[in-house]
């Protein structure tokens, strides 16, 4: 998916229909991997995340025990079919680093310290890539590790912010993504109002940027809202 001549936003529409501020279309599931500890399936729009943990247990080999405190290991990955070309498999630059910032938005949050010597593997596939891709499996990893038990101080929730034809966006698809001034992934705690992520590539004058991450952190509570849900969901049934 590249750069189009085509206007991103017309009548105050996008392409798909969304006013600027409109999220995609939102699923989520927990428990969908039996094996697993904790596991979700997050769907925004065409993008779509399966996460899987396991652990707290005993980490191996050992000398990457820690004795006051667990480890978390995030594995990212796109599978070769999740994408327009196949993706090669195996881990990227561009996998490995978002591995790493989503294992920061989600460490300091983690009661870790209860568990010396273990290891928590949070295991992320992208299964369709549609645009903001690590924002979503952040919304997936937040619910698996939920779903494990793992005690947290708040949910985590990931949102991408944007600016496309002048005008501020949020939840990127892959076209927009491709055709934006500016894309901002970020990671909030939604009743905290603390940001753990925020990343951005692209020029916003301090203003929008203000301004776009006001409207990141507004919308974050509605997505916490159906990570709730999701989660009584499986415990009711
Ligand atoms: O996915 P996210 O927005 O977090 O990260 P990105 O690196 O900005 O990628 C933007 C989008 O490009 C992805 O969501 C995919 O839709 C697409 N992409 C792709 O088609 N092939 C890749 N190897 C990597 C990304």
């Known amino acids: 998916m590249g ?4 206007k991103m936003i017309a009548n105050g529409k996008r392409l798909d229909g969304r006013g600027p501020l409109d999220l995609r279309e939102i699923e989520m599931k927990v428990g969908v991997i039996p094996n697993a500890n904790g596991s979700s399936y997050v769907r925004f729009g065409k993008t779509a995340v399966i996460a899987g943990v396991y652990g707290p247990r005993p980490l191996f080999p050992r000398f990457l025990r820690e004795s006051d405190t667990g480890i978390l290991k995030v594995r990212y990955n796109m599978i070769p079919f999740s994408v327009d070309d196949r993706k090669r498999p195996g881990p990227s ?7 790493k910032v989503i294992r920061m938005a989600f460490e300091g949050n ?7 010597q273990t290891g928590v593997n949070l295991y992320l596939e992208v299964i369709e890539a549609d645009g903001s891709t690590r924002v979503t499996s952040i919304n997936a990893a937040s619910l698996a590790l939920a779903d494990a038990g793992v005690p947290m101080r708040d949910f985590v929730v990931g949102l991408s912010g944007g600016k496309i ?8 698809n892959g076209l927009e993504d491709n055709n934006s001034d500016a894309d901002m992934p970020m990671a909030v705690l939604p009743t905290k109002k603390e940001v753990t992520l925020l990343q951005m590539d692209g020029r916003m004058n301090p203003e929008e940027l203000k301004d776009l991450i006001k409207h990141v952190i ?17 415990y009711i049934e």
């Open 3 to 6: 750069k189009t001549e085509q």
């Open 165 to 172: 034809d002048g005008t501020l966006i949020l939840d990127l």
């Open 93 to 99: 630059r561009r996998e490995t680093e978002i591995s």
């Open 110 to 116: 983690l009661f870790l310290k209860n568990y010396p």
């Open 218 to 234: 507004d919308a974050s509570g509605a997505i916490y809202e159906k990570q709730a849900e999701a989660l009584r969901k499986k």
